[in-house]
């Protein structure tokens, strides 16, 4: 994948099928609050105001993560992907 991204923007493939605690596969077009998926794009870093300084992505490529369902979808190079900052990552998985 070409896409650089920048600051602290993730790109992260959504996972097509999650399994709950119980076993039980939930599609992801089912109505949960939280999804999850691989990063596939990151930024480099973040810039701190208070600090002057940048701040290291605590995120990389290839982390599957949990993230809001309210993340921008966007479609880069034929694939649906979920665009989100770092700051709304709910976990490293």
């Known amino acids: 994948m070409k896409t650089k991204m920048l600051n602290d923007n993730l790109l992260i493939k959504p996972d097509s099928v999650t399994t709950s605690a119980g076993g039980i596969l939930i599609p992801t077009n089912a109505n ?3 999804r999850t998926g691989t990063v596939v794009a990151a930024g480099p870093d973040l810039y701190n105001e208070h600090t002057c300084g940048r701040r290291p992505m605590q995120v990389q490529v290839t982390d599957r993560v949990m993230y809001p369902e309210n993340a921008i979808e966007v479609n880069v190079e034929g694939q649906v992907l979920a665009l989100i900052q770092e700051g ?3 976990a490293i998985l």
Request: glycine share 0%.
């Open 32 to 34: 949960l609050p939280v």
């Open 88 to 90: 709304y990552i709910l």
